[in-house]
């Protein structure tokens, strides 16, 4: 479904700010896979996630979704294919802009966009149908603006505006870290259902390693640009925090030692 | 006075589709475009030249809107393809239409008088069916001196502008039109839903300055020339509009947003008519009236704000101490 090969990135090579974001990551997630990925600030999560959804284009390697390689495809061409969750709950919604305006222009994803009105009573209908299963009484406020909402309601709208046209690959990045506790807990089992309901390939980037943990059924963690753990599904059934952090500790230690090795 | 109102409403009918055309820009795309300035002298050379050269003044208004689509997506490549900075675009097609509006005319002015416009042909059959009669009875049944020559200018004016707005009223709810908005709003999420932006900015910015290309060729055909110079300051013209048609009449939908418009259009003209009946102020003032009247549209609505919020926190504090007095009286009676 989707596959990483060899995919190294730098920015600003052979200056100063020369940083290694990706280097030699591999990766291969089957349909219907939920991927959740851990690792520390500047692991080069984000980036990872910008590389499959076309934003960024890397140094080398390539990104195939299907088998098809889409490493050069426009970002707003494999948009098509990928629904994107911000961590900002302002940067998926159009806030000047009605909750069915926004419904509509998701909608659209797939589609040609053409000069028939984009809220006809039909799709109405269907939107409708569709914030319900949020249970958050959004179907009420279709012509609200999507400005006027709290940070929590609008990123549930992203959430389903980014899936409800069932894209092939669903990427979520820290999409809850700007909520409060129990709003963060709300989208968190909107998405497990969301993913669930449409089966979707996903891969979710969190630092809440519990999470991590609860959702999904593969795990990576990531460290200065490469992968250092892979949790398969029956592994991650018992894993637990304290394990993981043992992982990482003994990993680090041993990347440490070899790093010493090589530099003698 | 009225025979000056009348005109300033009769031209600021006109001078809305231009101010349409400002806020597809500036407010919908939120891409301050200048290239107004010269594609509103575009439209006006493009249908002068074919209507001097016999064209039918339809044909020739229709050349006129074509000629500035393709100018503002000129200007919409040269910001996506190019990356060159919105404004500056604009100032460089500006300057380029310039010549090229020259090159359009082959000479600085063309006048039109005696040429059949699209108001020509139109007012000759109003008057013949002597129209304009119970207009001009109803203005003496009201005790106003004078009357206009014609009404029709005016309504086949309001009837184009009228179509325009519709238009774009509609334009703006159909998926691109819904997706132009976005980019305008928040062009990283609208990307994420697989339109491709940099398409909707050049066919956006095209319609824009289609709308004023237009405003151009019917402005030039109701004066009977077209100038070179005419298009000086044309974009704090629009802006001026929908400042004040925004701050007048508000912008809840879009619709009430772009009546607002052709409302800020027809006041700013008359405004500025009335402004030049003043004694000391004559033509050339023009520009410094402009853009005074910018200038108070622009500082006025914050300044009303803040002395609201400021009689507003007054009331508060004097609601305070006095519930406070009265809990002090209370204090005082019981003890
Ligand atoms: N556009 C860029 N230009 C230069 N360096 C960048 C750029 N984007 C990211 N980086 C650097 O690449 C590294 C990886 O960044 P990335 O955003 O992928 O980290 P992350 O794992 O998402 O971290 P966080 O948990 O803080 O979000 C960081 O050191 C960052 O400073
Ligand atoms: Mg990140």
């Given at each position: 479904m989707l596959q990483l090969n060899q995919v190294f990135l730098t920015f600003n090579e052979g200056t100063m700010d020369e940083k290694k974001a990706l280097q030699d990551v591999h990766l291969d997630l089957k349909r219907g896979d939920f991927l959740t990925i851990i690792g520390s600030n500047g692991a080069g999560k984000s980036t990872l996630m910008n590389i499959i959804s076309g934003s960024l284009v890397p140094d080398t390697g390539n990104v195939l979704i299907d088998g098809s390689p889409v490493t050069h495809l426009q970002e707003y061409k494999r948009a098509q294919l990928i629904g994107r969750v911000f961590q900002d709950p302002m940067a998926g919604t159009a806030p000047s802009m009605t909750i069915e305006e926004n419904l509509a222009m998701a909608w659209s994803r797939n589609k040609k966009r053409g000069l028939k009105p984009g809220v006809s009573k039909k799709r109405k209908e269907l939107f409708k149908e569709h914030l319900e299963s949020l249970n958050l009484g959004l179907e009420d406020r279709l012509t609200a603006k999507v400005g006027l909402l709290s940070g929590g309601e609008r990123q549930a709208l992203s959430l389903l505006m980014a899936t409800f046209t069932e894209p092939k690959i669903l990427l979520l990045d820290e999409h809850t870290a700007a909520l409060d506790p129990s709003r963060a807990e709300l989208i968190t089992s909107l998405t497990a259902e969301i993913v669930d309901k449409f089966q979707l390939t996903t891969l979710m980037v969190t630092h809440n390693m519990q999470q991590a943990l609860d959702l999904g059924n593969r795990l990576i963690m990531m460290d200065k640009g490469q992968i250092i753990f892979d949790v398969d599904e029956t592994e991650?059934?018992?894993?637990?925090?304290?394990?993981?952090?043992?992982?990482?500790?003994?990993?680090?230690?041993?990347?440490?030692?070899?790093?010493?090795?090589?530099?003698? | 006075?009225?025979?000056?109102?009348?005109?300033?409403?009769?031209?600021?009918?006109?001078?809305?589709?231009?101010?349409?055309?400002?806020?597809?820009?500036?407010?919908?795309?939120?891409?301050?475009?200048?290239?107004?300035?010269?594609?509103?002298?575009?439209?006006?050379?493009?249908?002068?030249?074919?209507?001097?050269?016999?064209?039918?003044?339809?044909?020739?208004?229709?050349?006129?809107?074509?000629?500035?689509?393709?100018?503002?997506?000129?200007?919409?490549?040269?910001?996506?393809?190019?990356?060159?900075?919105?404004?500056?675009?604009?100032?460089?097609?500006?300057?380029?239409?310039?010549?090229?509006?020259?090159?359009?005319?082959?000479?600085?002015?063309?006048?039109?008088?005696?040429?059949?416009?699209?108001?020509?042909?139109?007012?000759?059959?109003?008057?013949?069916?002597?129209?304009?009669?119970?207009?001009?009875?109803?203005?003496?049944?009201?005790?106003?001196?004078?009357?206009?020559?014609?009404?029709?200018?005016?309504?086949?004016?309001?009837?184009?502008?009228?179509?325009?707005?519709?238009?774009?009223?509609?334009?703006?709810?159909?998926?691109?039109?819904?997706?132009?908005?976005?980019?305008?709003?928040?062009?990283?999420?609208?990307?994420?839903?697989?339109?491709?932006?940099?398409?909707?900015?050049?066919?956006?910015?095209?319609?824009?300055?289609?709308?004023?290309?237009?405003?151009?060729?019917?402005?030039?055909?109701?004066?009977?020339?077209?100038?070179?110079?005419?298009?000086?300051?044309?974009?704090?013209?629009?802006?001026?509009?929908?400042?004040?048609?925004?701050?007048?009449?508000?912008?809840?939908?879009?619709?009430?947003?772009?009546?607002?418009?052709?409302?800020?259009?027809?006041?700013?003209?008359?405004?500025?008519?009335?402004?030049?009946?003043?004694?000391?102020?004559?033509?050339?003032?023009?520009?410094?009236?402009?853009?005074?009247?910018?200038?108070?549209?622009?500082?006025t609505p914050k300044i009303l704000d803040s002395q609201r919020e400021r009689r507003r926190r007054l009331r508060k504090k004097a609601e305070v101490e006095l519930a406070a007095l009265e809990e002090g009286e209370k204090r005082n009676a019981a003890t």
């Open positions: 991650k059934q018992n894993l637990t925090i304290e394990k993981l952090l043992n992982e990482f500790q003994r990993i680090r230690g041993e990347k440490m030692a070899s790093d010493k090795a090589v530099l003698g | 006075m009225f025979i000056s109102i009348f005109g300033a409403f009769e031209s600021g009918i006109i001078y809305a589709l231009m101010a349409l055309g400002v806020y597809l820009s500036f407010r919908v795309l939120d891409f301050p475009d200048l290239t107004v300035d010269g594609s509103f002298v575009t439209g006006a050379a493009t249908a002068a030249i074919l209507i001097m050269n016999g064209q039918s003044p339809f044909v020739a208004t229709i050349a006129a809107v074509i000629a500035g689509f393709l100018a503002g997506c000129i200007t919409g490549i040269l910001h996506t393809k190019g990356k060159i900075n919105p404004l500056l675009s604009g100032i460089l097609m500006m300057i380029a239409l310039y010549s090229i509006n020259l090159r359009i005319m082959g000479q600085s002015n063309i006048p039109l008088l005696g040429k059949t416009t699209i108001f020509t042909s139109i007012t000759s059959a109003w008057e013949n069916a002597n129209l304009s009669a119970p207009f001009n009875s109803v203005v003496s049944a009201l005790g106003i001196p004078g009357t206009p020559k014609t009404w029709a200018i005016l309504f086949f004016s309001l009837i184009i502008t009228l179509i325009i707005k519709f238009i774009t009223d509609y334009f703006l709810k159909t998926e691109m039109g819904l997706a132009i908005r976005a980019t305008g709003d928040n062009e990283k999420m609208i990307r994420s839903f697989s339109a491709n932006t940099d398409i909707l900015i050049i066919i956006g910015l095209g319609i824009s300055n289609a709308f004023v290309a237009l405003s151009g060729a019917m402005i030039a055909q109701h004066g009977g020339f077209a100038d070179v110079g005419m298009g000086i300051g044309m974009i704090i013209i629009g802006l001026a509009s929908v400042i004040i048609g925004e701050a007048l009449f508000g912008t809840k939908t879009i619709a009430r947003t772009t009546l607002a418009v052709i409302g800020g259009a027809v006041i700013y003209r008359i405004v500025v008519s009335l402004a030049l009946r003043v004694d000391f102020l004559e033509t050339g003032d023009m520009k410094l009236i402009t853009a005074v009247i910018v200038i108070a549209a622009l500082v």
